[in-house]
C-alpha cells in the first residue's frame, strides 16, 4: 500500500501538502494538487469529497 509519505516523495512535495490536498485546502495551488493528484490515482487513492471542493 502507498503512503502518503510515498505520494510526497513522486510528487516532490512534503507529506504535509499531501495531507493538505488529501483534506481539500484551500491554501493548496491548483498545481500543486494537480502534482499530488497524478501520483496517487495509479495507486487509488482520493481526496475527501466535498461540495465545490475542485
Same mark, same amino acid.
Given at each position: 500500500m502507498i503512503s502518503s509519505k510515498d505520494v510526497a516523495k513522486l510528487a516532490g512535495v512534503s507529506q504535509a501538502t499531501v495531507s493538505r490536498v488529501l483534506n481539500n485546502? $484551500?491554501?493548496?495551488?491548483?498545481?500543486?494538487?494537480? $502534482?499530488?493528484c497524478r501520483r496517487w490515482k495509479p495507486c487509488a487513492i482520493s481526496p475527501i469529497s466535498s461540495p465545490g471542493a475542485w
Amino acid at each position: 500500500m502507498i503512503s502518503s509519505k510515498d505520494v510526497a516523495k513522486l510528487a516532490g512535495v512534503s507529506q504535509a501538502t499531501v495531507s493538505r490536498v488529501l483534506n481539500n485546502a $484551500k491554501s493548496v495551488k491548483p498545481e500543486t494538487r494537480k $502534482k499530488c493528484c497524478r501520483r496517487w490515482k495509479p495507486c487509488a487513492i482520493s481526496p475527501i469529497s466535498s461540495p465545490g471542493a475542485w
